[in-house]
T-cell receptor
Framework: AQSVTQLGSHVSVSEGALVLLRCNYS??????LFWYVQYPNQGLQLLLK??????LVKGINGFEAEFKKSETSFHLTKPSAHMSDAAEYFC??????????FGTGTRLLVSP | GAGVSQSPSNKVTEKGKDVELRCDPI?????LYWYRQSLGQGLEFLIY????????KSGLPSDRFSAERTGGSVSTLTIQRTQQEDSAVYLC?????????????FGPGTRLTVL
């Protein structure tokens, strides 16, 4: 079965600092990987997805992620954090071409 | 266009009662998914529909949980004889087609509290 591990349940950054949220996956087949963001009391919104085309994937709101097969990683980055980026972020892998298997989430805190 | 909608947004019920949660997917989306988000378990897959059939029910936690989809559109998740451990946010998602790369669009969820 495929799985996803997100290191760090909470990450704190200052406004303007680099954001790095870590995700490692386990999969016996080439994975499809996703990052979703959840704002308080809202559903999940897709930030970006990796579908075996380019290894560097650009998403919405200035986020990007790089697929590294050798490291089985798909870390999410943003060069400069905004206050509005404060939210919970979920990494997910598509299993069986149907359901998503999610990591436990990382809460991003942005301080002024 | 409208996104995925879910109703009710909040539901408080007493232990032992039955509840029905509704999901309206994006028009034209053939695949529909139910997930559960709870503090102890994170985000868990429950069931998946392709059209009106459910090829994968593997995530339903017990036989108290059931779901149906009619007309290839609206879906209802039913929990019978609710227990306190059923308290969670139930999320519905839909995608245009079945497939690993297709984006799943999520609704705002129904927060279920079992007293």
């Amino acid at each position: 079965a495929q799985s996803v591990t997100q290191l760090g349940s909470h990450v704190s950054v200052s406004e303007g600092a680099l954001v790095l949220l870590r995700c490692n996956y386990s999969s016996s087949v080439p994975p499809y990987l996703f990052w979703y963001v959840q704002y308080p009391n809202q559903g999940l919104q897709l930030l970006l997805k990796y579908t075996s085309a380019a290894t560097l994937v650009k998403g919405i709101n200035g986020f990007e992620a790089e697929f590294k097969k050798s490291e089985t990683s798909f870390h999410l980055t943003k060069p400069s954090a905004h206050m509005s980026d404060a939210a919970e972020y979920f990494c997910a892998v598509s299993e069986g071409f149907q359901k998503l298997v999610f990591g436990t989430g990382t809460r991003l805190l942005v301080s002024p | 266009g409208a996104g995925v909608s879910q109703s009710p947004s909040n539901k408080v019920t007493e232990k032992g009662k039955d509840v029905e949660l509704r999901c309206d997917p994006i028009s034209g989306h053939t695949a529909l998914y139910w997930y559960r988000q709870s503090l102890g378990q994170g985000l868990e897959f429950l069931i998946y529909f392709q059209g009106n059939s459910a090829p994968d029910k593997s995530g339903l936690p017990s036989d108290r949980f059931s779901a149906e989809r009619t007309g290839g559109s609206v879906s209802t998740l039913t929990i019978q004889r609710t227990q306190q451990e059923d308290s969670a946010v139930y999320l519905c998602a839909s995608s245009l087609v079945e497939g690993g790369t297709d984006t799943q669009y999520f609704g705002p969820g129904t927060r279920l509290t079992v007293l």
